[in-house]
């Protein structure tokens, strides 16, 4: 039922169901007053033919006892008057048929050759009814009618009339009833409707169903309004809370900002530093060259000097010498980020290869024995590579134990590590390498200052050198987004331990 | 030509090195005939026989360069030579304390012959001046001139 009527509109529905209500009630009224009536005609029926009866039969007692058959017909003539009777008979006390009447045409049912029994019966379309005949209190024969029921059918039809009349008459009026009453239920259900796909399509939550009555679509009215209001109130607070998110984060994209400027500054003005010191050392340069070239040239006039003469010509020489030296490492330093090149996949064990035999005079004259493992290809600056083990084993060959051959050993591995650069900060596979030595090792105490510029841990008589080999590699790890450090024991040899990220997100452009 | 010493127009404007070149070339016992200009500017002049050279400037088999000079500097000078058909055959020899890789490509982009770091020491400048001298003035061959 529901399925069938799903498909059309609140109201319509109702109409259908009120009509449908309406129209039961009225038939199953009028079937009842139909059957009422032909169940009291009918006993009025069997009344009337059977005081019929009687009266024919108390005419003719002394006829049947008689055997007088003429006589009982003329009595049974006399009936004809009833248009109803199909034929009436009269029986004898031993069950003969005395006499009868037939209307003529009248059914095919002729008169029965012996009495029906006593009593009544409907059967075939008619009242068949049998009464014994009393003389004196004493049985003589029977009586038998048939009347027709064309009475009870023509009232029957006149009821069906009526009632369908009536049932029409009714029809309409429970329709224009209906039609009106409906709208009590379903207008606060189309209004709410409306309300719903107001909400639905125009996003409003402001719009509220009307409210009517106290009933329980009052309440669905009432309760859908309070829903809406929570929704509205909740819509209102979400929205105050995106407005919050949203000025938070333009606050933190504008900090972001901030950040990004202070550092593009810190770079700038790095970056103008590092120019300052690579201008400033080239600059000089030029007079230093001048003090050693006329130095030289002094020296070419030695003979002419007394000792204490060519003592402070050799000092002022030797100090030429060094002075040069800081100036060309503090050139080198700052060229790690002036003359950055950009990062390509460079393989490291071709790079050590290259460094040991640029180094090939000093680990033959040192008689080194050098242990190259396996080394991986990483992204980096090839020429600043090339720099970082020349530095390392430059020193691994210079800090040697007096009267013991260097034996140093390169390796590295691969393992996953957590890397910070300017690109950002990633888990990603990093590399470590390793250069250790059996030379003199150091205390690790000294370990802060071993990878800052110039600063040294032995004079200048027993190590030569200006001490920027290792903040040079410090600056190339650094700007490689990895980092260098150190493990050693005075006399023990030292380890130095270069951390590198093996990729890098942009290759082909400088970090 | 060979064994012949040519001509050399150095064009430097610190007289420190104009002196030092010039010992350096006694000292390598080079015969060869230095000439002195100090800036860009004198060095086309000296070329092209003007101003204070006019008349009297006899052509250069080799040019020393600085790079960094007054008034017209050494990568203009340079420019200036290469462009002209007439001087574009003279061998230039950029010798600068600059080590910067764009002097480098520069230079020569704009045809140099070669780019030398001036040395730190005398022993190595007057080693220069011999090498200069052996491959500029004696192994290579260069074509004929009309103005020596």
């Known amino acids: 039922m529901r399925h069938r009527l799903a498909h059309l509109s609140i109201p319509r529905q109702l109409t259908a169901i009120t009509m449908a209500t309406c129209s039961a009630a009225l038939l199953l009224a009028c079937a009842a007053f139909v059957l009422h009536d032909v169940v009291s005609f009918r006993r009025l029926l069997v009344r009337q033919v059977s005081t019929l009866a009687e009266i024919v039969g108390a005419n003719s007692g002394a006829a049947i006892l008689a055997g007088d058959a003429a006589a009982a017909r003329r009595n049974l003539a006399a009936l004809a008057a009833e248009r109803d009777l199909h034929w009436a008979a009269f029986y004898t006390a031993d069950g003969r048929l005395l006499a009868h009447w037939a209307r003529p045409g009248a059914g095919p049912a002729g008169v029965p050759a012996a009495p029906p029994p006593p009593g009544h019966r409907f059967a075939g379309g008619a009242l068949r009814l049998a009464r014994p005949v009393v003389v004196g209190g004493e049985r003589v024969g029977t009586v038998a009618l048939e009347s027709g029921l064309s009475e009870i059918r023509s009232r029957v039809g006149r009821y069906a009339g009526i009632a369908a009349l009536v049932l029409a008459a009714a029809s309409l009026a429970a329709l224009l009833i209906s039609s009106r009453l409906q709208r009590l239920i379903s207008e606060p259900i189309l209004s709410l409707v409306q309300t719903a796909k107001a909400v639905s399509e125009r996003k409003d939550f402001s719009v509220r169903a009307e409210p009517e009555g106290s009933d329980e679509l009052g309440l669905l009215v009432t309760a859908f309004n309070d829903m809406l209001e929570q929704i509205e109130r909740r819509e209102s607070a979400l929205t105050r809370s995106l407005e919050r998110l949203r000025r938070a984060q333009e606050s933190l994209v504008e900090r972001t900002r901030e950040v990004e400027r202070a550092n593009r500054e810190l770079g700038r003005s790095n970056r103008e530093l590092e120019e300052f010191a690579a201008v400033a050392s080239h600059d000089l340069q030029e007079p230093l060259r001048k003090i050693t070239a006329f130095g030289d040239r002094l020296q070419g006039h030695a003979a002419e000097l007394d000792e204490k003469g060519r003592d402070y010509l050799e000092r002022m020489r030797n100090a030429a010498g060094r002075m040069q030296g800081l100036i060309e490492d503090l050139l080198a330093y700052s060229r790690v980020t002036t003359r950055a090149r950009p990062f390509e996949p460079v393989d490291l064990a071709a790079v050590v290869e290259e460094v040991l035999s640029d180094l090939e005079l000093r680990i033959e004259k040192s008689g080194a024995a050098v242990a190259v493992e396996a080394l991986p290809t990483l992204d980096a600056d090839a020429s600043q590579m090339h720099q970082l083990f020349q530095n390392l084993l430059a020193n691994a060959l210079k800090f040697q134990r007096p009267g013991e051959a260097p034996a140093i050993r390169v390796s590295a591995e691969v393992v996953d590590g957590r890397w910070e650069s300017g690109s950002g900060i990633g888990a990603a596979p990093v590399c470590r390498v390793q250069v250790e030595d059996n030379g003199i090792g150091f205390d690790e105490k000294y370990l802060d200052r071993l990878f800052k510029p110039f600063q040294r841990l032995h004079g200048q008589s027993a190590y030569e050198g200006t001490g920027i080999g290792l903040a040079i590699c410090s600056k190339i790890a650094d700007r490689h987004g990895g980092s260098i450090t150190a493990s050693s024991r005075p006399g023990e040899g030292s380890r130095f331990v270069v951390t590198l990220p093996l990729h890098h997100a942009v290759v082909g452009e400088a970090a | ?148």
């Open chain 2, 1 to 148: 030509m060979k064994g012949k010493a040519i001509r050399i127009l150095l064009a430097e404007d610190d007289p420190d090195d104009r002196l030092l070149l010039q010992e350096a070339l006694q000292e390598g016992r080079l015969a060869n005939e230095l000439i002195c200009v100090e800036d860009g500017e004198e060095l086309l002049d000296y070329l092209h026989q003007r101003g204070k050279w006019a008349g009297g400037a006899p052509r250069p088999g080799l040019i020393l360069l600085d790079l960094n000079m007054p008034k017209l500097d050494g990568r203009e000078a340079l420019r200036a030579i290469k462009a002209d058909p007439s001087l574009r055959q003279i061998p230039v020899v950029v010798l600068t304390t600059s080590k910067a890789e764009e002097d480098v490509l520069r230079s020569y982009d704009l045809g140099a012959n070669s780019f030398i770091t001036k040395p730190v020491t005398f022993q190595s400048m007057v080693d220069l001046m011999r090498v200069l001298g052996s491959y500029w003035l004696e192994i290579v061959e260069l074509p004929a001139t009309g103005a020596e």
